[in-house]
């Protein structure tokens, strides 16, 4: 049985799957068989007929199809690293600027305290 990851959507067609649904051109995007487009059932059930026909008798010979493909798919993956670095960096500068709040909200309530504790040993002492 032949292997057919990273397959994507491409179309449906006219051609019936074994369930009598159209069938689904996807393209095929593993090392042995790069580009080839076939017919698959276009049922989303798991218990699907499991109809498969090639649909070209070769792969697509155009490189530089693939090459812009796999050129964009190498820049979608840097700008997504460089958006998930942004997102981790204004995550931080949150916690920070919380953090900051937080330390000046507990020593205006720690000298709270420090005034009442002087307030009151005032009170006793008199």
């Known amino acids: 049985m032949i292997s057919l990851s990273s397959s994507s959507l491409v179309a449906s067609s006219n051609h019936l799957c074994n369930c009598g649904l159209r069938a689904e051109i996807r393209t095929c995007w593993n090392d042995e068989m790069m580009a080839q487009r076939f017919y698959c059932c276009g049922s989303q059930n798991a218990n699907s007929c499991y109809y498969f026909k ?49 330390h000046k909200a507990l020593t205006s309530v720690v000298g709270l305290v420090c005034l009442m504790i002087a307030l009151f040993v005032a009170f006793l002492v008199i």
């Open 54 to 102: 090639w649909l070209d008798d070769e792969p697509l010979e155009d490189d530089a199809i693939i090459t812009r493909l796999n050129d964009e798919r190498l820049h979608l993956q840097d700008t997504l690293h460089a958006y998930e670095t942004r997102v981790q960096e204004l995550e931080n500068a949150i916690i920070l600027e919380r953090s900051r709040k937080m």
